[in-house]
């Protein structure tokens, strides 16, 4: 029990169970979860508003879009589309967790170059009692947790990505 309370998976509610291939075209890229994420904002619900947001290609949006629509991720509006279920989740133990990380690090690194007033990113190396670090751990899951619970029922009006580096795509 102790050991699946530390599991992320196990704390955080799924609306969308992707399929494995699924998850590997979702979780591939971090355009695929930044286009499903900007579909939630009202101002974001064509291929062109969001390929000039994101500045990439129509093409490439207009595929990501399609795959999106296809798995029911985002869904067809008389106005054009919207995002779908609210959450999906990927477990540390996926095959897929490693490079879902990585995508938004490396899209992180290029924010940081932007030093935007409301980005925040903290890097904290430290040395601390195995205690403290038991603490931290339980705090920060605590956290997340919380945080999920309270994006849900959120209205949707800008997209931000937490790593603990928090900025604006």
Not at 32 to 60: C, F, G, H, W
Not at 128 to 157: C, G, T, W
Request: charged letters at 25%; hydrophobic letters at 35%; a positive charge.
């Amino acid at each position: 029990m102790r050991t699946q309370a530390q599991r992320l998976e196990t704390r955080l509610p799924k609306d969308r169970e992707l399929g494995e291939t699924e998850k590997g075209v979702f979780y591939s890229n971090w355009i695929y979860s930044a286009v499903r994420n900007l579909t939630a904002l009202e101002t974001y619900n064509s291929i062109q508003a969001i390929a000039d947001y994101l500045k990439l290609p129509r093409s490439q949006v207009k595929q990501v879009v399609e795959f999106l629509l296809e798995t029911g991720l985002c869904v067809p509006t008389p106005k054009g589309f919207r995002s779908g279920p609210k959450r999906t989740h990927v477990g540390a133990s996926s095959p897929f967790v490693s490079r879902h990380h990585q995508n938004w690090r490396l899209k992180g690194f290029g924010q940081m170059d932007l030093k935007r007033e409301d980005d925040l990113f903290y890097t904290g190396p430290m040395s601390l009692s195995r205690e403290l670090e038991a603490k931290i751990r339980n705090d920060l899951l605590a956290f997340i947790e919380k945080m999920n619970k309270q994006i849900h029922p959120s209205r949707s009006e800008v997209v931000r990505c937490l790593n603990i580096d928090w900025f604006q795509y």
